[in-house]
């Protein structure tokens, strides 16, 4: 059984930064690919960006990319997504997901474990 907990949400202003972390705890969970993901109010959750914990190859969309870091810690199961320079926009639950198989990184059914997700607000 596979277990994420999110922290490091909050109220930010536009322009600057936060830092999320996903904890993870499960057999082998350091060989997983662990991603965030984000749901905006009235519209669908969209992914973010996502790593392999093993490697450290990273995936990022589009609207993210130049200012958010996903990093991973093996050693910690530990996955955290370093937010700089943020917009009103990019105010969301932001959830944390894993997959043991992560064939599609960018895709909501690739991951079958969530996290209860955090909220990050940016106020312009």
């Known amino acids: 059984q596979v277990q994420l907990v999110e922290s490091g949400g909050g109220l930010v202003q536009a322009g600057g930064s936060l830092r999320l972390a996903c904890a993870a705890s499960g057999r082998g969970i350091n060989r997983y690919l662990m991603a965030w993901f984000r749901q905006a109010p009235e519209k669908e959750r969209e992914f973010v960006a996502a790593i392999w914990l093993s490697s450290g190859s990273s995936n990022y969309a589009d609207s993210v990319k130049g200012r958010f870091s996903i990093l991973g810690d093996s050693a910690k199961n530990t996955a955290y997504l370093q937010m700089n320079s943020l917009r009103p926009s990019d105010t969301a639950v932001y959830y944390c997901?894993?997959?043991?198989?992560?064939?599609?990184?960018?895709?909501?059914?690739?991951?079958?474990?969530w996290g209860q997700g955090t909220q990050v607000t940016v106020s312009s």
């Open positions: 997901a894993a997959s043991a198989t992560g064939l599609w990184p960018t895709r909501e059914s690739t991951y079958y474990y």
